[in-house]
Structures are given as structure tokens and as C-alpha cells.
């Protein structure tokens, strides 16, 4: 058995868990709730008797908890926490304080009688998934001798016991020889807690470290094969501007028309091969450059290259971009180029004759959002929760002649993302009309 830091490049496991760190922050928001309604039920229910001390107190954590979980979720997106040990941390922050407010509402809620105090050993799962071997053994082990240590005191009368729950006169704390022995199961569960969640994790690791391999030699062989393809088409387009250029000879206009087409298809084939490449490059890549990245600079390029075909369709490019040279982003420059090129040359691809595609941005604080939105065909209800999925093609590209494998869009997400970012799509778009709704897809990330 093996584990995943084994396998995973240092980027993806910060990834993963920075994931499963901002899952933690939209679930504390329930646990909240589910704390809220204890409380109400306590309140009012005759069969549960607590002090004012106990409810005061329990409210207070439960007002405690919403309040850091808010600090959590404004300081999420800091750089400090996205890479680096900073996901570790943030995890790491999270657990240690839930399991703090959840101590105190175990205390004062009954300390060994609680049921509450069960709620332990979700958060040792939780850490066994995120957090290293050296962080969560010794925070398990310390969580038993915590709930060892505050019965022994309540058994001794050195702390005051807070019952809540009436036991037809019986106490577990009163027992020395309870105490221990609920002690000692309790760290028994939390050891083979620990040790059966990260042996299934490590398994599930383990199976997508294959689907990984294979989709690694997939790759290669995709690449290995396009740069074959690519090396006869480059030298076809050679010879062939040496005729264009009458150094065979002069040659009559109709010709060097029917030439030159030949020659604006061999570059856009050559142009495919490049983004193959780039992709199949991309998908074997386990780190991505990272570095200041002007967006103007690389979405004027796209457009600039895509203005001749655009021109032949009759469309209109709208630029929004005032002081978006401005915005730093960190990143891989021909990444984010192949990102935002696939999505601007699928609206060209799927805005029919005569229609308009437009791109602009909306600056916040610690973000940008970019939208490139046309009204062409659109996308169906139905295809926009799949459309980044691999190897999906909507209903309305399927029965199109428009060319695609479906696999673009697939690529854009996953780059997007790997630079803290999101993809999202909508349809109808703003400027879109009842019989050419349009598609809006809204590009967000993260600045300096």
C-alpha cells in the first residue's frame, strides 16, 4: 500500500486538498444551523435540563463557530492558503478550531455522558483524509487523553461536572472504572479510525494513480503520433509558398487563388496540431508556469488571428477591455492562451453568418471575471451542466456539421482551475435574441 504523496506531484495534493478545505467551510455553515436548532430544542424541551451557564455558553460557541467560519471563507482565496503548505494550514486551522468549539460544547454539555463527544471522530476522518500521518496521529491520540483527562478531574471534583441529560440518577463521570474504560474504547476507535480511512484513501488513490498512467500513455502516444503528422504538413506548406512566391515559376492568378486557400487550410490544420500538442502536453504536465501574464496581451492575440475567419462569416468583435492591461495575473501564458482561444473560436465556430461576439470584464477585489458571450445557436437546458465534461458534445453539435471532438472545453476547465480559477456557461447570453439566444461563458480568476 502506498500513499498518495507517493505519487502526486506537490501541486495536486495542495489542489486536493484546498478543495476539500473550502468543502469544510460551505459544510460549517450547516453544522451551524444543526447547532442553532440543538439549542432552540433545548429551550423548550422539558426532558433536557440545563443552567443558564450551560445554554449561555453553548450559544456563545455556536455564534463563535459562524464568526471564524466567516474568517475562513474571506481568507480562503489568499494566496497564502491556495499553495504551498498554505492548504495544509487551512485545514489544519479549520479542524483545530472546530474541534476546540467542539470540546467546549462537549464539556458543557455533559463531558463523558455527551453524545456530542462522538462527533470526534468525524473530524478524525476528515483529517485522516487531508492531513499528513505526523499531524493527525498525534492529534488523535491527543484527543482521547483530552476526554481522558477532563473525566478523571470531573471524577476527582477538581472541575465542575455539567449535566445535562437526566440518567435516572446515574452518572458515567461518578465511575472511575467507566471513565477509563469508555477512555480507552474511545481512543481504540479513534486509532483504527485513522488507520481504516487512510487505508481506503490510500486504495482510491491507488486506482486513480492507474487511470492516471494509462491516461499518461495515452498522451504520449498522441503526441508522438501529431508531431509525425505535423512534420510533412509543415514541409507540404513550405513547398508550397516557394510556388506561391513563383520560385517555380509564374503561375496565373486563379491558380495562386486556389494556392493560397490550400495554403490558409494547411495552416489551420497545422494550427490543430499545435493546440493537439498542446493539450496532450498539458495533460502529462504536473506543474504549470507560473508567472506574471498580461490577459490583454493574451486575448488581443486570439482575436487578432481570428479576425480573418471571423471576416469571413461576417461577424463583429466587440472588445470591452479598458485597463485590463492593468490586471497581474499569475500563471502559464500559452495555457491560458489555449484556454481562452478555444472558447473564443468556439463562438465564432457556432455564431452563424451575420451575428457578434463580444468580450469584456468585471474587476473585483481579489478577482476578474471575463465574459465571452455571442448570439449564435446557443445551448441547451439540458447540455450545460455537461458541456465540460470529456468527450461531450451538445444535442445541437451533434447534428452539425461543425467539426469537434469534444474535448476542448474539457481542457479549458481543468487549466482554468489548475490556476485557482472557475469556468462557468449560461444560455441565453446578454445579447443574445429569441431565434439566436447565444452562449455566455464566464472565465474567473484570481489576481495579485
Known amino acids: ?46 426532558i433536557i435540563e440545563v443552567s443558564n451557564q450551560q445554554f449561555n455558553i453553548i450559544f456563545s460557541v ?14 480562503k482565496t489568499k494566496s497564502y492558503f491556495v499553495t504551498g503548505t498554505g492548504p495544509v494550514k487551512l485545514a489544519s486551522l479549520q479542524i483545530l478550531f472546530d474541534l476546540f468549539a467542539l470540546s467546549v460544547v462537549i464539556y458543557f454539555s455533559g463531558g463523558i455522558e455527551s453524545p456530542l463527544f462522538l462527533f470526534y471522530i468525524f473530524h478524525i476522518v476528515l483529517g485522516s483524509i487531508l492531513l499528513p500521518e505526523l499531524i493527525i496521529y498525534p492529534l488523535g491520540l491527543g484527543l482521547g487523553l483530552l476526554l481522558t483527562l477532563l473525566s478523571l478531574l470531573e471524577n476527582y471534583g477538581l472541575i465542575p461536572h455539567h449535566k445535562m441529560i437526566y440518567l435516572e440518577g446515574f452518572s458515567f463521570y ?7 474504560g469508555i477512555s480507552v474504547f474511545f481512543l481504540i476507535v479513534i486509532l483504527f479510525t485513522i488507520i481504516i480511512t487512510k487505508r481506503l484513501a490510500n486504495e482510491i488513490f491507488d ?8 491516461e499518461q500513455n495515452k498522451q504520449k502516444y498522441i503526441v508522438a503520433i501529431v508531431h509525425e503528422l505535423k512534420s510533412p504538413i509543415a514541409a507540404a506548406a513550405s513547398f508550397m509558398d516557394l ?16 494556392l493560397l486557400k490550400a495554403k490558409e487550410r494547411i ?117 450545460l451542466n455537461k458541456i465540460f465534461v470529456e468527450n461531450y458534445r451538445t444535442s445541437s453539435a451533434m447534428n452539425s456539421t461543425i ?31 429569441t431565434d439566436r439566444p447565444g452562449s455566455l461563458f464566464r472565465v474567473t480568476l484570481p489576481i495579485n
Open 267 to 383: 495552416s489551420e490544420s497545422i494550427t490543430n496540431i499545435n493546440d493537439i500538442l498542446n493539450i496532450s502536453r498539458f495533460k502529462l504536465s504536473k506543474e504549470i508556469l507560473k508567472e506574471e501574464v498580461n490577459l490583454d496581451k493574451v486575448i488581443n492575440n486570439i482575436f487578432e488571428n481570428a479576425e480573418s475567419i471571423a471576416d469571413k462569416k461576417k461577424l463583429k468583435l466587440e472588445r470591452n477591455l479598458d485597463n485590463i492591461g492593468k490586471i497581474q495575473i499569475v500563471g502559464d501564458a500559452k495555457l491560458l492562451q489555449l484556454a481562452f482561444s478555444n472558447v473564443i473560436h468556439n463562438a465564432i465556430k457556432y455564431t452563424p453568418d451575420n451575428g457578434m461576439i463580444k468580450i469584456s470584464y468585471k474587476l473585483y477585489r481579489t478577482k476578474v471575471n471575463i465574459d465571452i458571450e455571442d448570439n449564435g445557436q446557443g445551448i441547451d437546458k439540458k447540455d
Open 62 to 75: 455556536s455564534v463563535l463557530i459562524l464568526l471564524y467560519n466567516i474568517g475562513f471563507e474571506s481568507i
Open 403 to 433: 467539426e469537434g471532438t469534444g474535448t476542448g472545453l474539457a481542457v479549458v476547465k481543468r487549466i482554468i482551475e489548475n490556476h485557482g480559477g472557475k469556468i462557468t456557461a449560461e444560455s441565453p447570453s446578454n445579447i443574445g435574441s
Open 243 to 258: 510556388v506561391i512566391d513563383g520560385y517555380s515559376g509564374n503561375i496565373d492568378e486563379p491558380a495562386k487563388v486556389k
Open 207 to 214: 486506482k486513480e494513480i492507474e487511470l492516471q498512467k494509462a
Open 174 to 180: 461518578n465511575s472511575f472504572e467507566i471513565v477509563i
Open 1 to 46: 500500500m502506498h500513499t498518495y504523496h507517493e505519487y502526486f506531484s506537490t501541486a495536486e495534493i495542495e489542489k486536493l486538498i484546498y478543495k476539500y478545505s473550502k468543502w469544510l467551510i460551505k459544510l460549517r455553515y450547516f453544522a451551524f444551523a444543526v447547532l442553532a436548532l440543538f439549542i432552540f430544542f433545548i429551550d423548550i424541551v422539558d
